[in-house]
């Protein structure tokens, strides 16, 4: 980038900047974006491949959940970086349809290639999509159906439809049930609006035992053990004090000299401190608690007086963990021994110490009305305990969300087909070349059913004929049954997904194709090597990271 001054070149950029503009940015960008988003193509639907990831320290991944893999891959490309942005928002949203959302966006954008090749202007594609995207908002609007949240087997269908091709075929009934359960005791009404916190819901993974082990506990179960082995491992009717103050002395604000010129004075100092850490176990105690739940520390000293009146104590719990107690038992969080009060305690069946797995955990069982739950995984290898707890937090999230919003679509790729037709329509009606560009819309949300059947085995055409023959027909949830191959109605075989699945992914998919489209210019700027000893990075390893090229 220079500019000329009388036969002088003056440098704007950097030397050593790259700068690519106009068609061969915008092929840098969609290749990019294509090539991200066929890496986690194969992943989708029930039969679905697997990836294994490998990080640098050897640590092993191994998943189809479509967000998992993207933020795993060490991606460089900043137009690469974009679809991952998609696969996350997604999952921050509504938890599942990752890979749908990164699957449609490099589909998008391929769409788009070839009415760049035709000579229409990337804005006039930017606000065609624009156009198709709200318009699919609509249609998906009147194609949903309305669901009760006391509708049981609706809610275990849409968390069964989360969990598919996840790898937990086996123990999925059981799991959905588990999931369902606990997102309903953790709903809550608020101005006649439920809301579903799924941070409410603590996921404990202990490896060993199968899948078919893992439970829902209407209660909390804590990572630790009691501090003392002489306290009880057992306590029915707990009173429970949670304190975010440590039991211990604390040591002086100020510098202070204490000099001690005999024994008796010596001992006088240490019974004084035994008296204050006597006092302090005295305030829990008198105030009727049994069980304390400690975040910070408990002095070696006041762990022999809390055994001794009987007291189970727990020190060092996170402070997540402290407020999903206080949550499920009622507690209140206490941060002044001196101001403990009968009122602050919380309450719970029992309080037990069980070996789960190698390890000791604390289980808090039995809650009246438990805000805040957990679910305890269990599974032969860590990987296995892994990937169930991923194809959990999707099906968590999905049916929090169903809870949330009420209104369900059917799944298997018989949205996209039905939107796929009736955008159709809806570029018919245009005038101008935007109709194009929701026609290449249209076109693009075929690529959901077609990869569905691609990775079941399929022929993707003849499947897709099939779908689209029965949706003009008028059956708007004819979808594909990967297992049998046969298009059958999704709704009455109970697959089923929420609403806020499909319009997230289409609006940020669309969101995203739109802004990489509109780009027409790259400047990166080179940084500049670290000089020699500076942060251990080999000379030139900062240079737009050079070697980083050979991992794709």
Request: hydrophobic share 40%; proline share 3%.
């Amino acid at each position: 980038m220079a500019g000329q001054l009388g036969g002088q070149p003056i440098f704007i950029l950097r030397e050593g900047s790259e700068r690519t503009r106009g068609k061969d940015a915008q092929n840098s960008n969609i290749m990019a974006a294509k090539a991200v988003a066929a890496a986690v193509r194969t992943t989708l639907g029930p039969k679905g491949m697997d990836k294994m990831l490998v990080d640098s320290l050897g640590d092993i991944v191994i998943t189809n959940d479509g967000v998992t893999i993207l933020k795993e891959m060490d991606i460089e490309h900043p137009a690469a970086k974009m679809v991952v942005e998609v696969s996350k928002t997604q999952d921050d949203e509504v938890g599942d349809g990752t890979t749908s959302a990164a699957v449609l966006t490099g589909e998008l954008l391929k769409m788009s290639e070839e009415l760049l090749d035709k000579d229409v202007h990337p804005t006039i594609i930017a606000s065609g999509y624009r156009l198709a995207a709200m318009k699919a908002d609509e249609i998906l609007a009147s194609i949903a159906t309305d669901v009760s949240p006391d509708d049981e087997q609706m809610l275990i269908d849409i968390a069964n439809t989360a969990m598919t091709g996840k790898g937990v075929e086996g123990a999925r009934d059981k799991l959905a049930k588990l999931c369902v359960d606990s997102v309903r005791s953790v709903a809550e009404d608020t101005d006649g609006k439920m809301v579903v916190d799924i941070e409410n819901i603590k996921v404990e993974k202990k490896v060993g035992g199968g899948v078919e082990d893992s439970e829902l506990i209407s209660g909390m179960i804590i990572d630790k053990e009691r501090v003392h082995p002489n306290m009880p491992k057992k306590i029915e009717n707990a009173k429970i004090a949670l304190l975010s103050t440590a039991i211990e002395l604390k040591d002086t604000e100020v510098d202070a000299e204490i000099q001690i010129t005999s024994p008796d004075q010596l001992q006088s100092f240490l019974d004084q401190e035994e008296k204050m850490l006597r006092d302090m176990v005295g305030k829990v105690v008198d105030s009727g608690a049994n069980v304390i739940f400690c975040q910070k520390g408990i002095d070696d000293m006041a762990q022999h007086f809390l055994a001794k009146a009987g007291v189970m104590a727990v020190r060092r719990v996170k402070k997540s963990d402290i407020d999903k107690l206080s949550k499920a038992t009622g507690a209140k969080n206490i941060t002044n021994l001196d101001e403990i009060e009968k009122s602050d305690l919380g309450t719970a069946d029992l309080v037990e110490e069980r070996k789960i797995g190698g390890g000791n955990m604390i289980f808090v069982t039995g809650c009246k009305n438990p805000m805040a739950v957990s679910l305890i995984l269990r599974g032969g290898t860590e990987h296995v305990v892994d990937g169930l707890e991923r194809a959990l937090h999707d099906a968590l999230r999905v049916v929090g969300v169903t809870i949330e919003d009420g209104k369900l679509v059917a799944g298997g790729g018989s949205p996209e087909v039905e939107l796929s037709l009736r955008l159709r329509e809806y570029a018919n009606s245009l005038t101008g070349r935007e109709q194009l560009a929701v026609g290449a819309f249209a076109d693009a949300l075929e690529i959901i059913p077609r990869t569905l059947a691609e990775n079941a085995g399929l022929d993707p055409i003849d499947k897709l004929v099939e779908m689209t023959s029965q949706h003009k027909d008028g059956n708007i949830h004819a979808g594909l049954n990967v297992y049998t191959g046969e298009v059958i109605d999704m709704w009455k075989a109970g697959i089923v997904e929420p609403l806020r699945v499909k319009t997230q992914a289409i609006s940020s998919a669309a969101e995203s194709a739109v802004m990489i489209l509109r780009i027409d210019d790259v400047i990166a700027s080179k940084g500049e090597a670290m000089p020699p000893g500076g942060g251990g990075m080999p000379p030139g390893g900062m240079e737009g990271m050079g070697g980083m090229e050979g991992m794709y």
